[in-house]
């Protein structure tokens, strides 16, 4: 019922979903409009539109400082920073645009497809560990990620790796999907009796519009302290 198609189109002999691509491009349009315009006449004492980039770079640089307090930590403030802003702006799109042709969706949050989601936490995944390898080293980096405290713990840290990758991702994608079904199954309640559905369901969806604004900003903080959390482990030691 809640199904909303997909486009494939084979390039290269890779198969690519139309509609995650869309979604994701026009994230990165928005996310990038929005971050020039934000920046636009920057100034020593801050004031007006450059009060609200300051305040989200303070934001996600609090989050590294937290998981990362020496010095290893700035170097990953503006992965924060970008990586933040994309995920929140694609957890709020398709409560703002959704462009449906026929059967598929091509325009909704990229983050309610499993895909953008396994994606962004193999990205994730890659990101930490070579943060790892250019800290200590390969043989230094295995031993601190897999071997310490204990190497008899080798085990358990490898399905580690796999776990954090995979609840990293459905996380995400559980939560925004959720969102988009409930907001659909009031838009179909509303439009099932009239104004006898029509008007109950007003409120609900203001309601529930808003709320899923606050969980798609509470997930995006997430993922980000747990990707900063991660990268800790690897260039922190055991």
Request: charged share 10%; hydrophobic share 55%.
């Amino acid at each position: 019922m809640f199904d909303d198609g997909s486009k494939i189109v084979k390039l290269f002999g890779l198969s690519f979903n139309v509609g995650n691509c869309v979604a994701g491009l026009v994230t990165a349009i928005i996310v990038c409009a929005v971050l020039i315009w934000l920046s636009r006449n920057l100034q020593m004492k801050p004031t007006g539109k450059q009060n609200i980039l300051e305040w989200i770079v303070d934001f996600t640089n609090g989050i590294v400082k937290s998981a990362i307090p020496d010095a290893q930590g700035s170097n990953y403030g503006l992965f924060a920073f970008v990586l933040f802003v994309f995920i929140f702006v694609a957890n709020q799109l398709g409560l703002i645009i959704q462009f449906v042709i026929g059967d598929v969706t091509y325009i909704k949050s990229p983050t309610a497809s499993p895909m953008t989601t396994l994606t962004l936490a193999f990205m994730v995944l890659v990101i930490t560990h070579l943060a790892g390898v250019v800290r200590f080293g390969f043989k230094g980096y295995f031993k601190n990620s897999f071997l310490s405290p204990y190497p008899a713990l080798f085990p358990i840290k490898l399905m580690e790796q796999f776990t954090n990758f995979i609840t990293l991702a459905l996380r995400l994608y559980g939560n925004i999907y959720a969102g988009e079904v409930l907001l659909k199954l009031i838009f179909q309640l509303a439009q099932s009796h009239g104004l006898l559905t029509f008007i109950p369901a007003i409120p609900l969806e203001l309601i529930w519009q808003g709320f899923s604004v606050f969980i798609g900003s509470i997930q995006a903080y997430v993922f980000v302290t747990l990707t900063m959390v991660y990268i800790s482990q690897k260039v922190e030691k055991e």
